[in-house]
């Protein structure tokens, strides 16, 4: 089966405009996580999701970023309104449980948005 | 401060080497720790996960997790080339959804 599938891997985008990345989660996955790494940092937490509900949204950084799974499948993570400081590696996971303890995370290999 | 500090490195051994990451967490209720393996332009892999205090082994790869002291261990025998990568440590609170990474170290082993 495949893994996680994120897209576009690569995005070039001008500061200012708007982008919207996706992902893929392993089939039948309930639990779906967006991080943010920047460059020789860690992941950093973004959002959850347990099946179509947003049940975290803690890490966003600002208004300008939403992120929606409307079908409990496919999520699709939005920026707005672009800045330099959100040039960034975006990292999909998802898990199959929910809620419980060691459902461990399937990372997908991330879009890395570049804002200029 | 944040919650998981890990020192980024980079380190260096040579092949065949006994390897030792380690972590420190500021955050008593962290129940579940991770170690993670990232290459190079991927995502992370999981690779060891413990609930609590104590020790797990897989293969060469060994964990360990002390809360007295807050502190957490992966250490890796017989190192190889392929395990150059960047090992993550990450924590989790129970009933709790989020991980919360370390910074990374970045480890190259030399043939």
């Known amino acids: 089966g495949a893994g996680v599938s994120q897209s576009p891997r690569y995005k070039v985008a001008k500061r200012g405009q708007d982008v919207a990345l996706r992902c893929d989660p392993i089939?039948?996955?309930?639990?779906l996580f967006w991080y943010q790494q920047a460059l020789g940092q860690g992941p950093e937490f973004l959002t959850y999701f347990q099946n179509e509900a947003q049940l975290d949204k803690s890490g966003l950084p600002s208004d300008r970023f939403f992120a929606e799974r409307p079908e409990g499948s496919v999520s699709t993570l939005k920026i707005q309104r672009t800045q330099q400081e959100d040039s960034a590696v975006y990292l999909c996971?998802?898990?199959?449980?929910?809620?419980?303890?060691?459902?461990?995370?399937?990372f997908g290999n991330g879009t890395r948005l570049t804002v200029t | 401060q944040k919650e998981v500090e890990q020192d980024p490195g980079p380190l260096s051994v040579p092949e065949g080497a006994i390897v030792s990451l380690n972590c420190t967490y500021s955050?008593?209720?962290?129940?579940?720790f991770m170690w993670y393996r990232q290459y190079s332009r991927k995502g992370p892999e999981l690779l060891m996960y413990t609930y609590s205090s104590g020790n797990k082994e897989d293969g060469r790869f060994t964990a360990q997790v002390d809360k007295s002291s807050k502190y957490i261990s992966l250490f890796i025998r017989d190192s190889q080339p392929s395990d150059s990568a960047t090992y993550l440590c990450a924590s989790r609170i129970r009933g709790a959804q989020k991980l919360v990474f370390g910074q990374g170290t970045r480890l190259t082993i030399n043939p």
């Open positions: 996971a998802s898990s199959l449980a929910m809620g419980t303890g060691n459902s461990p995370l399937h």
């Open positions: 955050n008593s209720a962290f129940q579940y």
């Open positions: 089939s039948g996955h309930v639990s």
